[in-house]
């Protein structure tokens, strides 16, 4: 037998080509394909406007979590705790922007209190913050005391001045106190409470020193004194202080003030026949009604709160005027949860739910209720309906009762409509009724 070894030659490249081509295009179709950095740079615009809060819908990453090597540092249930947490030193702190080839942009965060740092999905546009992250207001503007003047600090090394409240700002400050002395006055000149917890501060000036300034605890303050003045039963005594009132704190079971303190300025008409009113005096000794206090301090209970069972045995009688008094209450536990209603896109109109199979519209079960449901009544993030439970899961679509067309059934559906859906509910908060669109399928 002959043996043509020019031909096998060239038959064995050509079959060496094709494997080694077949094998490229395996690779390459296998291979994934990643994003890659447009642009990075650090953020220049004012620190306060760009503390932020995570949602939960992103983890936190090393790098932008679609750049090849990005690993997760928090996951998305971290952050949804960081977000929902009551305590300011889970608020983050944006410093630096970065966009993708992709258009996506990722902002690199860092929590106030230092524990967590990296890259979080941010959205499609460097205008404001979206994605996993939403601006937050740390502070929250309060009313100002009756009286602004001739507050002293209860305790200098405990309770100082501060820059900006401790935690309210990433790495807060303590201010200058250098030319402080012990027993100068000061003016309050602004009051704020903190977002999260509730509690009061004031900023005060010194009135000895204007460079000492800043911001302080409302509970380390001491209420100003001033002469006693000769009042009738029949005037009204409006301005607390040492000689007439005493201050109402109200904290919770971490001994936390939350909200603000109550001072109950005593009328000489809930005097006994012959008492003074004077700083230092039990309310025993000087009261018609000692526990009127009791009263008091039950009727003015902060917003969210509930008189806690655990009271500090401290009988009212044996307080004195001047003092502060201590009642410990417990958070109201809220959730607003939206309820659904289902629209057709093109139609506007109601689906209604006799046009569904079974007659009902989908069971609004509880992975559902807890992306509609938050503690409290901020609005809705157009995030939201980027959920999974639209993409695959018990909302992503609608199906209809067959119906005769051309002498055979067809089941009509719907699409879930997310562009729709964001722009019908911007406004909407949580506990509103939210409207979700859906786009019909066409039938044949």
Do not use: C
Request: proline residues 4%; aromatic residues 10%; positive net charge.
């Amino acid at each position: 037998m002959k043996f043509d070894t020019k031909k096998s030659l060239y038959v064995g490249l050509a079959a060496l080509s094709l494997v080694a081509a077949t094998g490229f295009a395996t690779t390459n179709a296998s291979a994934k394909t990643y994003a890659t950095v447009a642009s990075n740079s650090t953020l220049s615009s004012d620190p306060t406007t760009r503390n932020v809060v995570t949602n939960g819908t992103n983890a936190l990453y090393t790098k932008a979590g679609t750049l090849r090597g990005a690993r997760v540092i928090a996951g998305k249930g971290t952050l949804s705790q960081y977000g929902s947490s009551n305590s300011s030193q889970q608020y983050f702190r944006a410093y630096r922007v970065a966009t993708t080839n992709r258009g996506s942009v990722y902002y690199k965060v860092v929590s106030f209190n230092g524990s967590l740092r990296g890259w979080i999905y941010g959205g499609k546009t460097t205008s404001s913050f979206g994605g996993g992250i939403s601006s937050t207001n740390t502070m929250t503007q309060a009313s100002m005391p009756s009286v602004t003047k001739g507050y002293t600090l209860a305790n200098a090394a405990k309770n100082s001045l501060w820059v900006n409240p401790k935690w309210s700002q990433y790495k807060a400050q303590p201010a200058d106190m250098s030319g402080y002395k012990s027993g100068d006055t000061f003016t309050v000149t602004g009051a704020a409470t903190k977002t999260r917890e509730g509690w009061l501060y004031y900023q005060v000036t010194d009135d000895n020193n204007s460079a000492v300034t800043g911001w302080v605890f409302a509970g380390g303050l001491n209420a100003p004194t001033s002469p006693s003045t000769p009042t009738t039963p029949s005037t009204p005594t409006t301005t607390p202080t040492k000689d007439n009132s005493i201050q109402i704190v109200y904290l919770n079971a971490s001994g936390q003030q939350v909200g603000q303190t109550y001072n109950w300025i005593i009328q000489n008409s809930d005097l006994k026949s012959g008492a003074k009113l004077a700083n230092g005096a039990k309310l025993g000794d000087i009261l018609n009604n000692s526990s009127e206090l009791t009263d008091v301090a039950n009727k003015n209970i902060p917003t969210g709160y509930t008189l806690s069972k655990s009271q500090p045995n401290n009988p009212v009688a044996n307080v004195t005027v001047g003092s502060n008094y201590t009642v410990y209450v417990d958070q109201v536990a809220h959730n607003y949860t939206s309820q659904l209603s289902y629209y057709d896109s093109d139609s506007n109109q109601p689906i209604s739910s006799s046009a569904l199979v079974e007659g009902i519209y989908p069971v609004f079960n509880d992975t559902d209720k807890a992306v509609f449901t938050s503690a409290t009544q901020g609005s809705i993030p157009a995030t939201v309906f980027d959920n999974d439970i639209f993409k695959g899961g018990n909302l992503a679509a609608l199906t209809g009762n067959p119906v005769l067309i051309n002498g055979r059934y067809q089941t009509p559906s719907w699409k879930f409509d997310a562009t729709k859906t964001k722009q019908e509910n911007a406004n909407a908060k949580y506990g509103d009724t939210v409207k979700l669109f859906y786009k019909a399928n066409p039938l044949a």
